[in-house]
């Protein structure tokens, strides 16, 4: 087996193919020039070639250095630009597939802003929705995606990085034609109504409940769900078609909630934060480091317009960044 190439060479080669002398190449390289010239002994044991002869008083390069001198610049560049900082991305010339997963809402409240702000800023870049059914991390994990959206819990890999996006909290959907509709809602007539709830997991009994059964549970009310659904957008659906109440996070489902009567709950129940996770791998990125701002920038400027909304969350602006 051949010994392995010292790459540094290629560094130094290049410095004396440019300069034609060993001070020279001594001086780009803030090196001692009898170190140069030890360099160019080694260089000239690997290449099997002089590389630079003496011709009177200045050294010319042999055929096999100027073959060289064609390659080696690019590569001392190539290799520069591996090892360095990387640069700021050109927005307008980028071409990539960004993959983002969520759960359903979140694209038809952020979806269209980010689209936008794409097709001014990076129009090369090809954006990919992909719904998030649960808490498995795994194809962040593998790379299969980019970047993801969710509440942080006990299932989240704390080896990701994530970012707040926004809080949220929750409210009451019901149709218009519903006989709750036009009153002021009670905790009393919420738990005598009929519910649909969302949960997207099942505990060790095999029972998904979702968070309206945990506070109501706690306030000592019978479970007033009649229903479990995996998303929100389902929950909303059979909402405007039933007289089934749904109660889902505000801001997240601002579209989605649409010609529903909607109003604060009646009892208080925890509210959730929305943050955007990826893998360390690209936390360095510049697309993606410009796509998590871009989307932060969003949820915050949503937050702010929705402040007229009685269930209007918070924004997370202020909130720092952390591992997951």
């Known amino acids: 087996m051949s010994p392995r190439p010292d790459f540094n060479l290629l560094i130094t080669l290049d410095a004396l193919l440019k300069e034609g002398s060993v001070l020279g190449a001594a001086n780009r390289l803030q090196l001692s020039p009898s170190a140069m010239s030890r360099a160019l002994a080694r260089l000239r044991a690997t290449t099997g070639d002089p590389l630079l002869v003496r011709t009177g008083r200045k050294l010319v390069p042999t055929p096999r250095a100027l073959e060289l001198s064609q390659i080696t610049a690019q590569l001392v560049e190539d290799v520069q630009s591996a090892l360095s900082p990387a640069r700021a991305v050109d927005l307008q010339n980028v071409t990539r597939i960004f993959t983002l997963r969520s759960s359903d809402g979140f694209v038809e409240t952020f979806g269209p802003a980010l689209i936008a702000r794409l097709a001014t800023e990076a129009p090369g870049v090809e954006l990919r929705f992909i719904h998030k059914e649960g808490h498995n991390n795994r194809p962040l994990r593998d790379g299969e995606v980019d970047l993801e959206t969710?509440?942080?819990?006990?299932?989240t890999d704390p080896n990701f990085q994530s970012q707040a996006l926004m809080k949220d909290h929750f409210v009451y959907a019901l149709r218009p034609t519903h006989p709750l509709a036009g009153r002021a809602l009670t905790t009393a007539a919420y738990v005598a109504a009929d519910h649909v709830d969302v949960a997207r997991h099942a505990d060790a009994q095999n029972r998904r409940r979702g968070?309206?059964?945990?506070?109501?549970?706690?306030?000592?009310?019978?479970?007033?769900?009649?229903?479990?659904?995996?998303?929100?957008?389902?929950?909303?659906?059979l909402a405007r078609n039933t007289d089934l109440v749904a109660t889902v996070p505000a801001l997240?489902?601002?579209?989605?909630?649409?010609?529903?009567?909607?109003?604060?709950?009646?009892?208080?129940?925890?509210?959730?934060?929305?943050?955007?996770?990826?893998?360390?791998?690209?936390?360095?990125?510049?697309?993606h480091r410009w796509m998590r701002a871009t989307l932060r920038e969003i949820c915050a400027q949503a937050a702010q317009t929705a402040q007229a909304d009685p269930a209007a969350p918070t924004t997370a602006a202020a909130l720092p960044t952390v591992s997951a």
Do not use: N, Y
């Open 211 to 237: 968070p309206i059964h945990s506070a109501l549970s706690e306030l000592g009310h019978p479970s007033p769900v009649k229903v479990v659904v995996g998303g929100f957008a389902a929950a909303l659906s």
């Open 252 to 287: 997240h489902t601002r579209d989605l909630r649409q010609g529903l009567i909607c109003g604060a709950l009646p009892f208080t129940v925890p509210g959730i934060t929305v943050s955007q996770l990826w893998h360390p791998r690209f936390d360095a990125d510049p697309l």
């Open 150 to 155: 969710g509440v942080i819990g006990a299932q």
